[in-house]
């Protein structure tokens, strides 16, 4: 990708060095699982034999005030952050893609006469306390809809470039557009409807996940169509981020935890329907052609 450091630190909470916590604690119903953390329970259910999916709830949370606002997650103590050379950099990039996807989404809420409300980006490592509860590195990056806040420990890049064979800076650009398409669901409604769904409908409540995570894949193409039209990308970039939306599909992640595919258990869609939805935003860059739910 072409990008420039710099830029605001407004929506950029540096928590990389606040202390740990133990155990996970619920918060605002369970967290939603990240694109990451999928692969992660999965394996640790296999290797000790004890399913671990039962700690991270159905994503469903969202602990905002009675006016909508988001809460803010709990202060806790901080401490000098330990950072390399190359992970400043990679500071950089995040806070860049954090801008740039932002400016984004406003312009385009802005085109249909819609305010677009700012979501926060956390940096932290190895366990991060939100409004959904207790989150470790493993959990992978997520979105929590009750604090509206972006959360990624940066060495998941490694495991997106070793573990699941998805390298590359598109790809990892693609990681957060997905997460911040999530923050757009819950600014449109989304969000809230399709918990009501669930709510209302059990026996559906994994295919209307499914709905919902191929739909922010398609908002982050969306935002990749306005990278590309902006002189952004450079040969290759697309096919980083195709390749990183079908390196997470639930039936690559099952089979690599379990060596067989259960499609009824999917949350976030297969590879197949993952990197359709993301050329799917990708190819003219509309919010309309992003409804999964009419599909």
């Avoid at 406003?106 to 490592?125: E, M």
Wanted: proline share 3%; glycine share 14%; aromatic share 10%.
């Amino acid at each position: 990708m072409r990008w420039t450091p710099g830029g605001s630190d407004k929506n950029l909470e540096d928590r990389r060095g606040e202390s740990g916590g133990g155990g996970f604690r619920g918060g605002g119903g369970g967290l939603k699982l990240g694109l990451g953390g999928t692969v992660v329970v999965l394996i640790l259910s296999l290797v000790f034999g004890k399913d671990f999916t039962s700690m991270l709830g159905d994503g469903s949370g969202d602990p905002t005030t009675t006016s909508g606002n988001p809460i803010a997650p709990a202060a806790r103590a901080t401490g000098p952050i330990q950072s390399s050379a190359s992970e400043d950099t990679l500071v950089q990039f995040v806070k860049f893609l954090l801008n740039d996807t932002q400016d984004t989404w406003r312009q385009t809420f802005a085109a249909s006469g819609k305010n677009y409300r700012d979501a926060k980006l956390v940096l932290f490592r190895d366990g991060i306390e939100s409004a959904c509860g207790f989150a470790e590195a493993a959990t992978g990056p997520f979105y929590c809809p009750g604090d509206e806040r972006v959360y990624i420990d940066l060495g998941f890049y490694n495991e997106l470039k070793t573990r699941f064979g998805a390298p590359g800076d598109f790809a990892q650009a693609y990681v957060l557009a997905h997460e911040f398409g999530h923050h757009v669901q819950k600014l449109l409604g989304t969000e809230a409807a399709m918990r009501r769904a669930q709510q209302q409908r059990p026996d559906q409540q994994n295919a209307l996940s499914v709905k919902m995570e191929l739909q922010a894949d398609c908002y982050a193409g969306v935002w990749a169509f306005s990278a590309q039209k902006r002189d952004h990308l450079d040969m290759g970039d697309a096919e980083e981020g195709l390749a990183a939306a079908a390196s997470v599909g639930d039936d690559r992640l099952q089979r690599m935890a379990r060596g067989r595919v259960n499609p009824e258990s999917f949350t976030h869609g297969s590879s197949a329907q993952r990197v359709d939805w993301f050329k799917r935003g990708f190819a003219r860059g509309s919010t309309s052609d992003c409804n999964t739910f009419g599909n």
